[in-house]
């Protein structure tokens, strides 16, 4: 069996949390290689001490990620943290660069997918890779556990081609125990009648 080589995007929002532990249940198989990559943003001063403040955030960042998977054995995990734009220019040059097959990210109002996807006409080429949007839900969870459906872009005229995944707690119904009808008074029938000898008879034997 080939060796999946599986990118996970890290950020300090909870859809990028959830996203990882769906890979973790749904996605992972044994002998996956899992890359936690983190972006931080550049900064347009020469202030080597800030640069290595954001690099030191992220990896601590990447830390508590790979936290979430220590309970998952044979789990081969590595940590990426470099300095690039938001834009989702420096994650796309990562992912080739690593050789990714899947990229697995939490999708939210920030998302770098959108701006990726307003930039470049097709997504899943430019990364090379299939790409995997995993939701949080907004309103109440729907009956089913996940779907798969298409993002709906933000803007009318730009076609996403990257697959999103709709997750939600699963809602178990409160069953009550059957009820079990107790008699008071058994049935005459099954009652064994069973008469003593006298006191008389007993004396006389």
């Known amino acids: 069996m080939d060796v999946r080589k599986i990118v996970v995007v890290v950020e300090d929002v909870e859809a990028a949390r959830a996203a990882l532990q769906w890979a973790l249940h749904n996605l992972l198989r044994h002998g996956d290689l899992v890359t936690l990559l983190h972006v931080f943003p550049s900064t347009r001063s020469k202030n080597k001490m800030k640069t290595r403040q954001l690099r030191l955030k992220g990896y601590h960042l990447a830390l508590s990620f790979k936290e979430m998977c220590n ?11 470099t300095e690039g734009d938001q834009e989702g220019s420096r994650i796309a040059s990562m992912v080739r660069q690593i050789g990714a097959s899947m990229l697995v990210v939490g999708l939210h109002d920030h998302s770098f997918l959108y ?7 097709n997504t899943a080429n430019n990364l090379n890779c299939r790409v995997l949007a ?3 839900p907004t309103s109440p969870p729907p009956k089913r556990t996940q779907s798969s459906t298409t993002v709906p ?4 005229s730009t076609n996403m081609d ?9 809602h178990v119904p409160e069953v009550l ?3 079990i009808p107790y008699r008071i008074c058994p049935s005459p029938s099954a009652i ?7 006191r008389k008879s007993r004396e006389k034997g």
């Open 192 to 198: 064994i009648w069973r008469t003593s000898k006298s």
């Open 162 to 170: 990257f697959s999103q995944i709709d997750i939600s707690c699963l």
């Open 71 to 81: 309970s998952f054995f044979n789990t081969n995990i590595e940590i990426v943290v």
């Open 153 to 156: 872009p933000p803007n009318n």
């Open 177 to 179: 125990p059957p009820k």
């Open 115 to 121: 701006k990726l996807a307003l930039a470049h006409s």
């Open 134 to 136: 995993i939701r949080q």
